[in-house]
């Protein structure tokens, strides 16, 4: 059973019912014995850091699921869900995340050289990946393949962890492995049939 995290940030639902299109069982919850008791773990997430690192404060579960991930569950972290990994984000101040990942969430527009600031920001659509390694959350997934951002920040980390990336003006990290530690900057549940191989192959770990 995959346990996905509910602590009141992100369309949990859209998530749940594409596992289960792919025949697999999952559960929205925020209880510790169920989480427990799942084979696998996705944490979602959208909004603002700050808020969300809060809300799962708030739950109890901030301390739960970081000795869930370095117990050796599979745990996947999508959108926002994959910048809690990191230590640090940088968004509308500076807060801790979970350190699951080592490296720090900034804001894309920084980054970009000046004859691109003009992109639209934050980055809505899809977007071609870049695997920049073999993953078993890619088992099932091409080079090129588009998935579907939303985002105004990124995830800055050395490539020993980067899986995927993506060209918007920069190179943005798409995807992150930090041994049975995942994260997708990109909604897999978003991104057509592409999304439902990589959450396919995730139950397969």
Not at 29 to 39: D, P, Q, V, Y
Not at 54 to 74: M, V, W, Y
Not at 132 to 145: H, I, N, V
């Amino acid at each position: 059973m995959i346990a996905i995290i509910d602590y009141g940030v992100g369309n949990l639902f859209s998530l749940k019912s594409s596992l289960e299109f792919l025949g697999l069982e999952a559960t929205v919850t925020n209880e510790k014995e169920m989480i427990n008791n799942a084979s696998h773990i996705i944490l979602p997430g959208v909004g603002a850091f700050g808020d969300a690192k809060e809300k799962l404060d708030k739950t109890g579960l901030r301390s739960f699921l970081i000795e869930q991930a370095k117990g050796g569950k599979p745990f996947l972290g999508i959108c926002l869900g994959m910048q809690l990994l990191f230590e640090k984000s940088y968004e509308y101040g500076v807060h801790d995340g979970l350190s699951l990942v080592p490296g720090s969430v900034v804001p894309i527009l920084d980054d970009l050289p000046e004859e691109k600031k003009s992109l639209n920001i934050p980055q809505i659509g899809w977007n071609a990946l870049h695997l920049e390694k073999e993953s078993p959350l890619f088992k099932y997934t091409d080079e090129g393949d588009c998935v579907y951002f939303v985002h105004s920040y990124y995830a800055k980390t050395e490539k020993a962890y980067l899986s995927a990336s993506a060209e918007y003006g920069i190179t943005v990290t798409a995807a992150v492995e930090n041994g049975n530690v995942f994260g997708t900057q990109f909604h897999p549940e978003k991104s057509g049939e592409a999304g439902l191989r990589m959450l396919k192959a995730f139950s397969e770990i």
